[in-house]
């Protein structure tokens, strides 16, 4: 059965910190792996990532993907409160979206 | 990027009732929606995917007769919990996928369905 594992399960830091959120996968047919955050509502898109050792980054944000041991990280620097969310992993296995449990973000002031 | 619309944003029911979301893309056409449930402080779970113009494929452990889907149109796909009751409560989201890959999967609001 595909499984996605995030790691922690919840984190808060504060303003001006740096975090790193964790996500390991086993799928059977692996072909990209996403981030997203999730503010209430729907899942808004971050990255997507398909090979390996290639950081993408946005703004703050990055995130790599290493294919070999089945595991991505998603980076924040200088957080700020408005990157209080949920941030969830999801694997594209064959033709499906496999969400982890997400980690939920708290930036205080 | 393209915009996914659901209808109704939030729904309170009584248990026994039937109760139809719907599931728009506004600008593109959608070859395949997703429909998915989250539970509180869980994770997105596929129940299933629509194809237009033909049946729904249910995820494992999905009632495809109490969790009605059609996709009608490449616009429009709804979703009905027939006969809800109160552990069918949970926030309903629907995506829809213009290409295979999956980054042009668009996220609609969501739906919060309780059911009393």
């Known amino acids: 059965e595909d499984k996605v594992v995030q790691s922690p399960l919840s984190l808060v830091v504060h303003e001006g910190d740096t975090v790193t959120l964790n996500c390991s996968y086993e799928?059977?047919?692996?072909?990209?792996l996403l981030w997203y955050k999730q503010e209430k509502k729907a899942p808004t898109f971050l990255f997507m990532l398909?090979?390996?050792?290639i950081e993408k980054k946005s703004g703050r944000l990055s995130s790599i993907l290493d294919k070999k041991e089945l595991f991505s990280i998603l980076n924040i620097t200088a957080t700020q409160t408005g990157d209080s969310a949920v941030y969830l992993c999801?694997?594209?296995?064959?033709?499906?979206?496999?969400f982890g449990a997400g980690t939920i973000l708290r930036v205080k002031s | 990027g393209a915009v996914v619309s659901q209808h109704p944003s939030r729904v309170i029911c009584k248990s026994g009732t039937s109760v139809k979301i719907e599931c728009r893309s506004l600008?593109?056409?959608?070859?395949?929606m997703f429909w998915y449930r989250q539970f509180p402080k869980q994770s997105l779970m596929l129940m299933a995917t629509s194809n237009e113009g033909s049946k729904a494929t249910y995820e494992q452990g999905v009632e495809k007769d109490k969790f009605l889907i059609n996709h009608a149109s490449l616009t429009l796909s709804t979703l009905t919990v027939t006969s809800a009751h109160p552990e069918d409560s949970s926030f309903y989201i629907c995506?829809?996928?213009?290409?295979?890959?999956?980054?042009?999967?668009?996220f609609g609001p969501g739906t919060r369905l309780t059911v009393l």
């Open positions: 799928v059977t047919n692996f072909r990209s």
């Open positions: 600008d593109f056409q959608a070859t395949t």
């Open positions: 999801a694997v594209i296995s064959g033709n499906k979206l496999v």
């Open positions: 995506s829809a996928r213009v290409r295979v890959s999956y980054n042009e999967q668009f």
């Open positions: 398909t090979s390996s050792g």
